[in-house]
T-cell receptor, first 114, second 111 residues
Framework: GAGVSQSPSNKVTEKGKDVELRCDPI?????LYWYRQSLGQGLEFLIY????????KSGLPSDRFSAERTGGSVSTLTIQRTQQEDSAVYLC????????????FGSGTRLTVV | QQPVQSPQAVILREGEDAVINCSSS?????VHWYRQKHGEAPVFLMI?????EQKGHEKISASFNEKKQQSSLYLTASQLSYSGTYFC????????????FGKGTLLTVNP
């Protein structure tokens, strides 16, 4: 598609429930990233996918967080047993790679855990 | 560790200039700059590569001092549309193209 698409745009869930966030990157972008942004804060790296390589999961805050990328395209970020501190905007970005290419971000999913 | 930006916030009148500085504690492959408006996603402005090459926005310029691991973003003749939070972002190289964002500089341009 023309841009990075994320769904849902807003999600309110009860504490303890599982949630799935979806990201559809720009066609042809081999790199896909998930970041988290809490209110008024910068972006916190979560996970990075590049082609068929093993993902870099070094930013995942706990084992309740997982992500997969199917067919080198769509990615799903899953948060199990959600906690109130998980409330944030979850941003997905894709890129063609280094050497002159920045990230293109989606509009994000605003997650609120009540 | 994340890059350190200064100032944290700046208020300008339309037409004034501003400089945002960014300092890193590690050797960098490149520095990026992004702008985020309230309630929106960050938007890529510019990348500065080792060796001096720049790619990005026509009306915004930046510098990258590799030895000092510092970058500066220059906003000249500011417009109302320049308002937003500017993030300096570092790529320290390596096998993963993973960017680390600074905390941001809030720029407000008033009429």
């Amino acid at each position: 598609g023309a841009g990075v698409s994320q769904s849902p745009s807003n999600k309110v869930t009860e504490k303890g429930k599982d949630v799935e966030l979806r990201c559809d990157p720009i066609s042809g972008h081999t790199a896909l990233y998930w970041y988290r942004q809490s209110l008024g804060q910068g972006l916190e790296f979560l996970i990075y996918f590049q082609g068929n390589s093993a993902p870099d999961k070094s930013g995942l805050p706990s084992d309740r967080f997982s992500a997969e990328r199917t067919g080198g395209s769509v990615s799903t970020l899953t948060i199990q047993r959600t906690q109130q501190e998980d409330s944030a905007v979850y941003l997905c970005a894709s890129s063609l790679g280094r050497d002159g290419y920045g990230y293109t971000f989606g509009s994000g999913t605003r997650l609120t855990v009540v | 560790q994340q890059p350190v930006q200064s100032p944290q916030a700046v208020i300008l009148r339309e037409g004034e200039d501003a400089v945002i500085n960014c300092s890193s504690s590690k050797a960098l492959y490149s520095v990026h700059w992004y702008r985020q408006k309230h309630g929106e996603a960050p938007v890529f402005l510019m990348i500065l590569l080792k060796g001096g090459e720049q790619k990005g926005h026509e009306k915004i310029s930046a510098s990258f001092n590799e030895k000092k691991q510092q970058s500066s973003l220059y906003l000249t003749a500011s417009q109302l549309s320049y308002s937003g939070t500017y993030f300096c972002v570092e790529d320290s190289g390596g096998s993963n193209y993973k960017l680390t964002f600074g905390k941001g500089t809030l720029l407000t341009v008033n009429p």
